[in-house]
């Protein structure tokens, strides 16, 4: 046997292996490259645009807020709030100021802060809830995160919790001193978190990003004012206070989740070729060496003197070319010495026939007058019947070794004329019992009435030989159909099953004496159809594939009388 390494499959493999990984192992060692550039190039203006915008909203909001505060801290007598009996004495335009502004929907309220940070007063807005305005609990500037700017403070920004809501403080000094020279205190807007959340707008349409509004230390808090988690690359827009500024998260997952794909598709395929390109070298291997091997014992079978010997082609690749060659070698040396051999087997025939005659004819009488005595006896109707058809049968039997005596010495046919549907309905009476035990199906359809001129014994023979043959050609069940139909001043009768098909290089002899593909066979039962269907003036033809069934159409004279079209009737 060739080593692998020296044969055309081991070459061929090797050659595709490096064929098929090299391409995959280089496109995977660029696809990070790519796919990270694929990302900026889709996402990058679009981001820069919503960043730029979301950027104007906010700063738009915050000079807004700054503004408003830098009047209330300016308003004469402000101060005065920060008195325990500013209520009291409380001018009228401070006051109406001071609760216009806190009324903002923007705001809780405002608050105001003695010069050590603790709250003197709380102003409710139409949007503040419970403590400072309301209920108990203490409310201080200490411990809050602070951010000095040119404008003020931003004290925050707070997380909602349970039953408070978030917030920033916007503080700043009042104006004037105390006789010590230190700070009166301090003025502050007690802003809505989600104020300013909310215009970081929606999620991007495409859902490649979101917004999130990022603090000073670190904290990260979404659209609707909720602390979150970004969980993709994070993109910063410009600084809204030191240390607050939009920012866009990449969710990458989106986007790249088809790329990523391809990665593992692309993985899958080269593990899958690794593993699958030795199977099929190998079973390509074995099926080349096993077609190699069948040419190889069919030459040493044909050079032992088996000329019977095929090999079936498959495909039309160069194994099969020579398969076809060699069965063409087989065939000519076949017919070359079947012509020296074929006068010795027509002289064998009456040898075999007579020993056939011998040893069938009498054990037959013996059973005949068996079953004609059964019958006289038999008072049972129907076993009665029973008895008669075998005793018909042992007739036809007898007749068909006749035919076997005669087959090189054949007798003209009386001719009759003969009733398809009646031969038809006795066929498949005869066979009902047998065809059920296989499975198979039966169907006489075509003409009702058609009739032909032939030897009635000759032509049951014929259809018998052909039935059985049909039947057991469908060893897994299927359907069996006889159909007449006119032709002309013929009728043709077809004769069709759905079972295994005959080989092509096989159909050209089926009815050759001795011919036969079974093991049981004598090759004599389509040789005696054909002789028959000749001697009574007609024509046999065979339509066969692997596979698809055979159809066998007896071609016979047309006797007179009408014929009537009707349909097909199941048994």
Do not use: C
Not at 128 to 133: E, I, K, L, Q, T
Not at 401 to 417: D, K, S, W, Y
Not at 470 to 481: D, N, R, S
Request: proline letters at 5%; glycine letters at 10%; hydrophobic letters at 45%.
């Amino acid at each position: 046997m060739v080593s692998w390494r020296k044969s055309l499959a081991g070459k061929f493999f090797a050659f595709s292996l490096l064929a098929a990984l090299v391409p995959l192992l280089i496109v995977s060692a660029l696809y990070d490259r790519y796919s990270v550039n694929l990302i900026d190039s889709l996402t990058g203006e679009r981001m820069e645009r919503r960043l730029a915008a979301v950027s104007g909203r906010l700063r738009a909001f915050m000079d807004a807020r700054w503004y408003a505060l830098e009047n209330l801290a300016g308003y004469p007598a402000v101060h005065t709030l920060l008195r325990a009996d500013a209520e009291l004495n409380l001018e009228q335009g401070l006051k109406a100021v001071v609760e216009f502004e806190a009324d903002q929907p923007d705001l809780y309220g405002v608050l105001l802060f003695d010069r050590w940070g603790q709250l003197v007063r709380a102003i409710p807005g139409r949007a503040a809830s419970g403590p400072p305005y309301w209920g108990e609990g203490t409310f201080s500037l200490e411990g809050l995160n602070r951010i000095d700017t040119p404008e003020g403070r931003i004290f925050g920004p707070v997380a909602p919790r349970t039953g408070h809501p978030g917030f920033f403080l916007m503080a700043r000094d009042l104006p004037g001193r105390t006789p010590g020279d230190e700070r009166l205190g301090t003025i502050a807007l007690h802003v809505r978190l989600s104020s300013v959340t909310e215009l970081l707008g929606n999620e991007d349409e495409t859902g490649l990003f979101y917004p999130v509004l990022m603090a000073d230390d670190g904290r990260a808090f979404s659209n609707v004012g909720l602390p979150t988690q970004p969980d993709g690359r994070v993109i910063k827009g410009a600084s809204l206070i030191p240390g607050w500024r939009p920012a866009l998260v990449v969710e990458g997952e989106e986007l790249v989740m088809p790329l990523q794909r391809v990665r593992y598709a692309m993985v899958v395929a080269v593990a899958g070729i690794v593993l699958l390109l030795p199977l099929v070298y190998f079973v390509f291997l074995r099926r080349t060496r096993g077609r190699i091997g069948q040419l190889v014992d069919g030459a040493e079978e044909v050079a032992s003197g088996n000329l019977s010997w095929r090999i079936r082609p498959v495909g039309r690749d160069e194994v099969a070319i020579l398969a076809r060659a060699f069965n063409g070698m087989a065939e000519r040396l076949q017919r070359v010495v079947r012509s020296t051999v074929e006068m010795e087997k027509m002289a064998l025939l009456g040898q075999f026939a007579a020993g056939i005659a011998h040893e069938i004819r009498n054990p037959l009488a013996t059973v005949k007058t068996s079953v004609q005595g059964l019958a006289v006896g038999e008072a049972d109707t129907e076993r009665r019947q029973i008895l008669n058809v075998l005793g018909d049968e042992i007739d036809r039997l007898d007749e068909t070794l006749e035919e076997v005596l005669n087959f090189a010495r054949p007798h003209e046919p009386q001719f009759e004329t003969v009733s398809v549907r009646d031969l038809f309905r006795r066929l498949l009476g005869m066979v009902d019992k047998q065809a059920r035990d296989a499975g198979v199906s039966t169907v006489a359809a075509g003409l009702r009435d058609a009739h032909v001129q032939a030897d009635p014994f000759h032509l049951q023979q014929i259809m018998m030989n052909l039935v059985l043959n049909a039947m057991q050609a469908m060893p897994e069940g299927g359907q069996l159909t006889l159909r007449a139909a006119a032709a002309g001043d013929n009728i043709e009768i077809e004769v069709r099953d759905t079972g295994v098909g005959i080989p092509a290089d096989a159909l050209g002899r089926i009815t050759d004496p001795f011919y036969t593909t079974r093991a049981d066979g004598t090759g004599l039962g389509l040789a005696i159809t054909r002789q028959l269907v000749e001697l009574n003036r007609g024509e046999l033809s065979f339509a066969s594939a692997p596979g698809q069934g055979t159809t066998v159409t007896i071609t016979l004279p047309r006797a007179g009388g009408a014929e009537g079209a009707g349909q097909g009737r199941g048994h």
